[in-house]
């Protein structure tokens, strides 16, 4: 699973994360100005025309999500878990609303209960899997969220 989010580089970090994504050489970047671009080539070579050193660029990247992620949203949020209380498999529900401005991950739920699955709870009432004790987190899927 990703995360899908909207960063806001200088010109030293927008050369840094072109240099270390390969499929976004080649490609033509304008700061927020709307003026001038960066471009690095697919062989490395950094092309820089009428940019000025506090440029500031707008780009959308996708995030690996790993049970250390925070889990940061644009918005308050719930999250839903099922959780095991004791040896005899009892379950029970957690439930935590936390505020935007909260940093919670899948492991630090998981260092305090006996997580066996946690959802998202979207807007609309529905639920987009996080995590379970099975599988982990899954593999296919974006979330959208804002640091």
């Known amino acids: ?13 927008m050369i840094q994360h072109i240099m270390e994504n390969e499929e976004l050489k080649g490609q033509n970047y304008s700061p927020r100005k ?8 697919y062989s490395g070579d950094v092309y820089v ?3 000025c050193a506090d440029d500031t660029f707008i ?8 049970e250390e992620t925070n889990l940061t949203f644009s918005e308050d949020f719930t999250l ?9 498999a009892d379950y029970g529900m ?5 505020s935007a401005e909260s940093k919670v991950s899948i492991s630090g739920i998981k260092d305090i209960y006996d997580l066996q ?16 004790e099975e599988h982990g987190i ?10």
């Open 80 to 88: 839903i878990g099922l959780i095991r209380r004791n040896e005899e």
């Open 59 to 66: 780009v959308e990247v996708e995030e690996e999500v790993t």
């Open 1 to 13: 699973m990703k995360f899908r989010t909207t960063k806001e580089f200088n010109l030293a970090e």
């Open 94 to 98: 957690g439930k935590w609303s936390l």
């Open 49 to 51: 025309v009428d940019i």
């Open 117 to 132: 699955s946690l959802h998202k709870v979207n807007g609309d009432g529905s639920l987009t899997l996080l995590y379970t």
């Open 34 to 41: 709307q003026e001038g671009r960066v471009k690095i080539s």
């Open 138 to 147: 899954p593999v296919d899927g974006v979330l959208e969220y804002e640091k």
